[in-house]
């Protein structure tokens, strides 16, 4: 069936360092592909999305991109703040799914 | 655009006692609707969803249930706790506009249980 896998958290990073979270995929076809984030306390939010292949997905800063040849979605953000100290999923919809299938979350902490 | 409520936002409930978390939605009709549980640390776990009224299905074998009596309305059940049901409750629907799951969903502000 459909996967999704994150690296391993937790991530620690000094405020303006750069950001990679990866997340790779298996999924039969082309599904659409997304980025959540949760903050302390409360209900995820969509950060970003790209449901084909090649496409970018970008919000507040932070960046994906579709990479049908090598099954992947990784989060960028060139520099990170203290407010996005957040729990991160990656997370896919198949073709004609009713249902997300999401990786197991990435807990990020950025240090001032 | 879409609101959905949770309530109550959190609760203190002991083993053995019943339990009912509420969702409702606004600004958009006949939406899917999903129970998700996220463990303290952990990733999410679907557990229910809901195509339509009085239409559930389940995810995982457990000691919860869901019904949905109105469109907009889901509620998830239990008759008794158990330890392991500790969580954050969260309900969702579909990204208005889009069917199934390919938009994205949308998340409620959760319910954080605490079985003791």
């Known amino acids: 069936g459909d996967s999704v896998t994150q690296m391993e958290g937790p991530v620690t990073l000094s405020e303006e360092a750069c950001l990679t979270i990866?997340?790779?995929?298996?999924?039969?076809?082309?599904?659409?592909l997304f980025w959540y984030v949760q903050y302390p306390g409360e209900g995820l939010q969509l950060l970003l999305k790209?449901?084909?292949?090649?496409d970018k997905g970008s919000n507040k800063g932070f960046e994906a991109t579709y990479r049908k040849e090598t099954t992947s979605f990784h989060l960028e953000k060139g520099s990170v703040q203290v407010s996005d100290s957040a729990v991160y999923f990656c997370?896919?919809?198949?073709?004609?799914?009713?249902?997300?299938?999401f990786g197991q979350g990435t807990r990020l902490t950025i240090n001032p | 655009s879409q609101t959905i409520h949770q309530w109550p936002a959190t609760l203190v409930q002991p083993v053995g006692s019943p339990l009912s978390l509420e969702c409702t939605v606004e600004?958009?009709?006949?939406?899917?609707l999903y129970w998700y549980r996220q463990a303290a640390g952990r990733g999410l776990q679907l557990l229910f969803y809901?195509?339509?009224?009085?239409?559930i299905s389940s995810e995982v074998p457990q000691n919860l249930s869901a019904s949905r009596p109105q469109d907009r309305q889901f509620i998830l059940s239990s008759k008794k706790l158990l330890l392991s049901d500790s969580g954050f409750y969260l309900c969702?629907?579909?990204?208005?506009?889009?069917?199934?799951?390919?938009?994205?969903?949308?998340f409620g502000p959760g319910t954080r249980l605490t079985v003791t």
């Open positions: 990866n997340c790779t995929y298996t999924a039969t076809g082309y599904p659409s």
């Open positions: 809901s195509v339509g009224i009085g239409q």
């Open positions: 969702a629907c579909p990204v208005r506009g889009s069917g199934g799951a390919a938009g994205g969903q949308y």
């Open positions: 997370a896919l919809s198949g073709v004609g799914a009713q249902k997300l299938v």
């Open positions: 790209a449901t084909k292949a090649d």
């Open positions: 600004g958009t009709s006949n939406p899917n």
